[in-house]
């Protein structure tokens, strides 16, 4: 018992259960439903002194680091720990596993290239994608090569602009009198500012504009492939060709932002009142002029240029150099400024001793420790002072580096404001390829002498005047054609009867498409043939026999409303056939202006990527290197990749391959042979090509059923606004796709798609083999061992479009292992005349090769 009693007295006294909770403490607005949560307590964590990657703490290096072996030894093991641990993290690993994705399917695709298919299908097919590229180049070659200072032979370049003369003020003629052009540096002898640049023979480049706009018209993009996509394929082509570009030399015309400005006040301005006037008020000369130029500004819209670029490709030397940092000095703005620093920055002057009791400022004494102190005060001010002087100064060095750099670079280029351009100038520079009904000179300079107001035989406008006239064509252009008739008008400002009527004759006029231009195309004369009149309620009976959707066909009364406002009777609504067929017409031309704007809007991603170089052309840059460097053979001319026919079809054929390989939806895609892939890409081309083709036999028997009546009397009806803009012979844009169909409507056909080749006679017809028929040009399977050809036609393999994607592997003078300058003249397989040497014979290296 009294064991248990001491026991009782060492250990603590219970307590009861109300004094083991915990105490809520509460405040005067906090509600005694909820209580508050108990504190805990947080650790906080040392700041770490080297840097580590982030999220990780506490750091764990490995065993070897924690050594004894010193301190850099640790520092050095927690470095190299770090890097490790930063290499391992999920964003680096992720990276990296999607740039070896990247290589990985870049390989494939290049070795399945070489596949026997590919090779026979790029062989067979060649003429029509030749075809295809010729329409869709946009680039030539010879812009390139600004060393060639030879006028156009059929242009009237070659000669420098005089200097405008005109009544001008004291200040013009005293900048005038300086000259336009100061003098250059050294006796270099420039070409004459407007010094057209030889260029025979269409386009033969394309550019990634061109190639991006062929993928969107044949609507590859966005179906089957991404911007990005199309982007890498292109960039990562392999058929390309190294293109060696002159430089651009700095012109060594100077002149000074005024005598620039002043030079192009004096030039005459255009006159654009007539444009302001409506469209059906203008003579034939004011829409000549306006459909012309709003033509040029459309071209030039879908290849995101401007005229001065046009000029700058032609005309490189028409460049100017606004001499922004003269040689005179300039006085500051505000000089007080930059004495603040200088001020600040200089010494202090230093305290007078203190003299002694007699007044000799010789006697010593000793020093106190104010003294002392004071003296280290004026040590560390004098530090303080000296480092500030030394940033100052190397920031003053620093900026007049800049300023004798950019002295050196010199100012900026532009186009010289005083170029002018003449009508066949303007011709030869900016005329889009395929252009329907281009202007003669002789009319182009008639609308010159209109915009000028002046009857000089040969008149010349600025770039920047021209420029803005084919801004407002546009515009005027745009607005116009939309005005005439609601058919064409944006939904938003249609009432909802407009709407719906548009919708039935758009929907109307597909199924007469669908029914009608398989077979025959006459077939379209028979509908309503023997009219007199077609009434809205023929047009819905003739809607429900071609069974179109109840949703498309509107009330009749509706539609009768909105037939009168096209050419139907105000009453009734009812319309001639003639009527009819135009009002299917502008249902159709509608579809076709929201087709136009949605690959327009599709090709504004290209305004990103597109390096706007209003100065020189793409691709080329202005050399800018001094003349030491140039002694010194230090200036490499800049090389671009050419891309031509090869590189055009390996894109698609990768595009393909990645198409249905990578991407495929199906096993049966995934792994169908490459012929098979190959087959779907002519077979998408085809069939987009196919339906352009159907869309334009359409439209032109629907005009043959409209007819070309004129209006009696000119007036603002819509008869006279269709004659005008949809019957008469004006300038037009035409796009590459409508060329090719116009031009090649059979191009996908197997006698103009396909290469003939010439087979012996036993071998026509029925392959034994394959028991397949060879197609009209002698082509026959490309599995096929007997028929397939490629033996014949598609080797030896240097005479192939895809011949630079197989490296030479042969050992011989004309291999790559011939050429071993890179090794040291000591070398052992280097003999004693400096030739390269292999250790064993040619029986040797066989014998390796049958073994391997």
């Known amino acids: 018992p009294k064991e248990k009693e001491k026991q009782k007295e060492k250990d603590p006294p219970p307590r009861s ?190 550019s990634f504009n061109a190639f991006f706009y062929f993928c969107t018209e044949f609507e590859l993009f966005p179906k089957h492939a991404s911007f990005d996509e199309l982007k890498m394929i292109y960039d990562s082509a392999e058929m390309v060709e190294d293109l060696a570009i002159d430089n651009l030399e700095v012109p060594q015309r100077r002149t000074t932002p005024q005598v620039s400005a002043a030079l192009a006040a004096q030039l005459p301005r255009v006159d654009l009142s007539f444009m302001d006037k409506p469209m059906l008020e203008m003579s034939d000369m004011e829409l000549q002029a306006t459909f012309f130029f709003a033509a040029l500004e459309q071209w030039m819209e879908s290849r995101f240029l401007r005229l001065a670029d046009l000029v700058v490709q032609r005309m490189p030397w028409s460049l100017e150099e606004l001499e922004e940092f003269g040689s005179a000095s300039v006085a500051p703005r505000f000089p007080e400024k930059r004495m603040r620093r200088s001020a600040i920055a200089a010494p202090k002057e230093e305290a007078s001793q203190p003299t002694s009791p007699s007044g000799n400022s010789s006697d010593k004494r000793a020093p106190s420790r104010q003294d002392t102190r004071n003296k280290e005060l004026k040590t560390e001010e004098k530090k303080v002072v000296k480092t500030v002087t030394s940033k100052e100064e190397e920031k003053k060095e620093k900026r007049e580096d800049e300023k004798k750099e950019k002295k050196d670079k010199g100012g900026r280029l532009q186009l010289a404001p005083w170029l002018t351009l003449s009508a066949s100038e303007l011709l030869e520079i900016a005329s889009p390829p395929g252009q329907g009904h281009l202007l003669k000179p002789e009319e182009l300079q008639q609308c010159f002498r209109m915009l000028l107001k002046t009857s000089s035989p040969s008149p010349e406008i600025s770039v920047y005047q021209l420029d803005k006239v084919l801004s407002k064509a546009k515009a005027i252009y745009d607005q116009t054609s939309v005005a005439g008739c609601f058919m064409l008008k944006p939904d938003s400002e249609l009432s909802f009867s407009e709407r719906a009527t548009r919708a039935f004759l758009e929907a109307l006029d597909r199924k007469l498409m669908e029914r009608f231009t398989r077979g025959n195309g006459s077939k379209l004369d028979s509908l309503f043939e023997g009219e007199e009149t077609v009434t809205p309620s023929m047009l819905m009976r003739k809607a429900v026999s071609f069974a179109l959707s109840p949703d498309t066909i509107p009330a009749e009364k509706d539609l009768a409303v909105s037939l009168a406002q096209i050419g139907g009777n105000r009453e009734t609504g009812g319309m001639t056939r003639p009527v009819f067929f135009r009002a299917l017409y502008l249902a159709r031309h509608h579809r076709h202006m929201q087709q136009t704007k949605t690959i327009k809007a599709r090709s504004a991603l290209l305004a990103q990527q597109t390096r706007r170089s209003t100065w020189w052309p793409e691709g080329s840059h202005p050399a800018r290197q001094s003349s030491k460097q140039r002694a010194k053979g230090a200036v490499q001319l800049p090389k671009r990749k050419g891309f031509r026919v090869a590189a055009f079809v390996e894109c698609l054929v990768k595009l393909a391959l990645h198409r249905l390989g990578s991407k495929g939806q199906l096993e049966l895609q995934r792994g169908a042979p490459t012929w098979w892939k190959c087959t779907w890409l002519l077979n998408l081309l085809g069939l987009r090509f196919t339906e352009t083709v159907r869309d334009k036999e359409h439209e032109d028997n629907l005009k043959r059923l409209i ?129 390269f040497q292999l250790p064993f014979d040619a029986a040797e290296l066989s014998q390796s090769l049958i073994i391997t």
């Open 17 to 206: 259960r109300r004094g083991d909770r915990p105490k809520l403490e509460r405040s005067p607005t906090q509600n005694l439903e909820e209580p508050r949560a108990a504190k805990v307590m947080k650790m906080k964590a040392p700041e770490p002194t080297l840097r580590l990657p982030p999220g990780i703490w506490p750091p764990l290096p490995p065993r070897w680091v924690m050594s004894e072996r010193g301190l850099e030894q640790w520092k050095e093991g927690i470095r190299q720990w770090e890097n490790e641990v930063y290499q391992q993290s999920p964003s680096q690993l992720r990276a990296l596993y999607e740039n070896t994705a990247k290589v990985v399917m870049g390989e494939l695709l290049s070795s399945q290239l070489l596949e026997p298919e590919v090779l026979h299908f790029a062989s067979r097919f060649q003429p029509l994608f030749t075809r295809v590229f010729d329409e869709y180049a946009d680039e030539h070659s010879a812009d390139l090569n600004h060393g060639d200072a030879s006028a156009s032979s059929n242009s009237e370049c070659g000669t420098e602009p005089s200097t405008p003369t005109g009544p001008t003020g004291p200040t013009a003629s005293t900048l005038l009198r300086q000259g336009p052009l100061r003098g250059a540096k050294g006796d270099e002898k420039q070409p004459p500012a407007k010094t057209l640049k030889r260029r025979e023979g269409p386009a033969d480049l394309m």
């Open 707 to 835: 007819g070309q009546d004129r209006p009696a009397v000119k007036t603002k009806d819509l008869d006279f606004w269709w004659y005008r803009m949809h019957q008469t012979d004006r300038p037009r844009y035409v796009p590459p796709l409508e060329r090719l169909v116009r031009h090649n409507p059979d191009l996908f056909q197997p006698w103009k798609a396909e290469a003939p080749i010439l087979v012996p006679e036993d071998r026509k017809g029925v392959c034994p083999e394959c028991q397949e028929q060879r197609s009209p040009s002698g082509w026959g399977t490309p599995g096929c061992l007997s028929c397939s050809e490629i033996e014949s036609f598609c080797l030896p393999f240097e005479g192939h479009m895809f011949s630079n994607l197989v490296k030479a592997s042969s050992v011989g003078a004309n291999s790559e292992v011939s050429d071993m300058s890179y090794l040291s003249p000591h070398s052992e397989f280097v003999d004693e005349s400096g030739s």
